[in-house]
């Protein structure tokens, strides 16, 4: 499975930003799709994740905030990102979990989100 991320760019605070990842290869053995962060000198850490059901589960620093979204048809997952914070400044990932795996199984390159006036 590749996973490809677009959409990072710069944001002024208050603003917001959609990011898009496309997915590709042996891609029905794919459940959860995600997105985690990663900020200079801190831990990758989760941001928001989405089934195959549509189940979704968020971070509690974005909950209200940020809004994630699958195309199962598409193969594409999206995160919508409001009312941004410069807290919110990371590398953001996305992920991709098989059926039946506690843990991520593939990653996609990174898209740089940088929040600031």
């Known amino acids: 499975v590749q996973l490809q991320a677009f959409g990072g760019g710069l944001v002024q605070p208050g603003g917001s930003l959609v990011l898009s990842c496309a997915a590709s290869?042996?891609?029905?053995?794919?459940?959860?799709l995600g997105w985690y962060r990663q900020a200079p000198g801190k831990q990758r850490e989760l941001v928001a994740t989405?089934?195959?059901?549509?189940?979704?589960n968020y971070a509690d620093g974005v909950k209200g905030r940020f809004s994630i979204s699958r195309d199962n048809a598409k193969n594409t997952v999206s995160l919508q990102m409001n009312s941004l914070k410069p807290e919110d400044t990371a590398v953001y990932y996305c992920?991709?979990?098989?059926?039946?795996?506690?843990?991520?199984?593939?990653w996609g390159q990174g898209t740089l989100v940088t929040v600031s006036s």
């Open positions: 290869g042996s891609v029905s053995s794919i459940n959860a």
């Open positions: 989405i089934t195959n059901s549509g189940s979704t």
């Open positions: 992920g991709a979990k098989r059926w039946a795996s506690s843990i991520w199984n593939y």
